[in-house]
């Protein structure tokens, strides 16, 4: 079946570090691929995307790559402020059908 | 615009009853579904629904009923909450086609189960 393998938090950091998050799925055919982020207290909301192998998904300065031989999509940011303190969850979405497969989130604190 | 708007946003049950948590959006989706959110497992899909008058399982869904009656409407039943039952629950939506847009969700319901 299908899943999504995230790296375990959490993830500390000081303001203006780089900031990488690894994602790894497993899944047959051709996915698409999110990146969700979850304030405290909040919903999730869509980061950013990527719908076919080598596209790069970018939104506030946060950007992921599609990569299809290595079955990855690793977030990148390369200077993190407080405020990017949050739960950032990857997922997929097969081609057939709308259901989305969550990886187990990576909490991430940014220290000032 | 409200998007998706979850009812209650906190609730505290006591084992064996029951209550609906209420699902609604605004925005004409097709797809509507239930997760649940567990520390350090992520969401997990309870049910979800294609369309009104359609629903189906997903991953976890003892303990819990759908209907969809209306394309805005998507409400979760738990039938008999049980202390496993905690957890915090999103409703999600979006449209269905050919070029996946992801999801809205809604801001929660947190769950106590005691």
């Known amino acids: 079946g299908n899943s999504v393998t995230q790296m375990e938090g959490p993830v500390t950091l000081s303001e203006e570090a780089f900031l990488t998050i690894n994602c790894t799925y497993t899944a047959t055919g051709y996915p698409s691929l999110f990146w969700y982020v979850q304030y405290p207290g909040e919903g999730l909301q869509l980061?950013?995307?990527?719908?076919?192998?080598?596209?790069?998904g970018s939104n506030k300065g946060f950007e992921a790559t599609y990569r299809k031989e290595t079955t990855s999509f690793h977030l990148e940011k390369g200077s993190v402020q407080v405020s990017d303190s949050a739960v950032y969850f990857c997922a997929l979405m097969k081609a057939a059908g709308n259901k989305l497969?969550?990886?187990g989130g990576t909490r991430v604190l940014v220290k000032p | 615009n409200a998007g998706v708007t979850q009812t209650p946003k906190f609730q505290v049950l006591k084992t064996g009853q029951s209550m609906t948590l209420q699902c609604a959006q605004d925005m004409n989706h097709e797809y509507m579904s239930w997760y649940r959110q567990d520390p350090g497992m992520g969401l997990r899909l309870i049910h979800y629904s294609v369309g009104a008058g359609i629903t189906d399982q997903g991953e976890v869904p003892n303990g819990y009923n759908v209907s969809r009656s209306t394309t805005e409407d998507f409400p979760l039943r738990l039938l008999s909450a049980a202390p496993s039952q905690t957890s915090v629950y999103f409703c999600a939506s979006s449209y269905l086609g050919p070029s996946p847009m992801g999801y809205t969700f809604g801001s929660g319901t947190r769950l106590t189960v005691v």
């Open chain 1, 47 to 56: 980061l950013l995307k990527a719908t076919k192998a080598d596209d790069k």
């Open chain 1, 101 to 103: 497969t969550f990886g």
